[in-house]
């Protein structure tokens, strides 16, 4: 089992910064690939981002990418999302997620691809 913790959240004006943390626990993320999923409210759950198990290999929704970055420290077990010139559109539960893989490269984008979830944080942007 592997228990995700995110952090970070908060209200932001437009254009504003947050970095989100994910704190895992129970078993070591160096064998999980690593997602950021977000859900705004009467949407679906759609993937933001993904690193892969050795952190060598992103991948960025379109809507955010060149915006987010996401990245891993396998040491201390934590996964980060950092966002920068966040927009409105940005506002919605971010959620941390870790998908079991021998492979690497392996990004998936899919939340049906993931095995354990976090409880999610808040992100609110303000225009």
């Known amino acids: 089992q592997v228990q995700l913790v995110e952090s970070g959240g908060g209200l932001v004006q437009a254009g504003g910064s947050l970095r989100l943390s994910c704190a895992a626990s129970?078993?070591?993320?160096?064998?999980?690939?690593m997602g950021w999923f977000r859900q705004a409210p009467g949407k679906e759950r759609e993937f933001v981002a993904v690193?892969?198990?050795?952190?060598?290999?992103?991948t960025y929704a379109d809507s955010v990418k060149g915006r987010f970055t996401i990245s891993r420290d396998n040491a201390k077990n934590t996964v980060y999302l950092q966002m920068d010139s966040l927009k409105p559109e940005d506002t919605a539960v971010y959620y941390c997620?870790?998908?079991?893989?021998?492979?690497?490269?392996?990004?998936?984008?899919?939340?049906?691809?993931?095995?354990?979830w976090g409880q999610g944080t808040q992100v609110t942007v303000s225009s």
């Open positions: 997620a870790a998908a079991l893989t021998s492979s690497d490269p392996f990004k998936p984008q899919s939340k049906y691809q993931y095995n354990y």
């Open positions: 129970g078993r070591t993320i160096s064998s999980y690939a």
């Open positions: 690193i892969s198990r050795s952190g060598g290999s992103t």
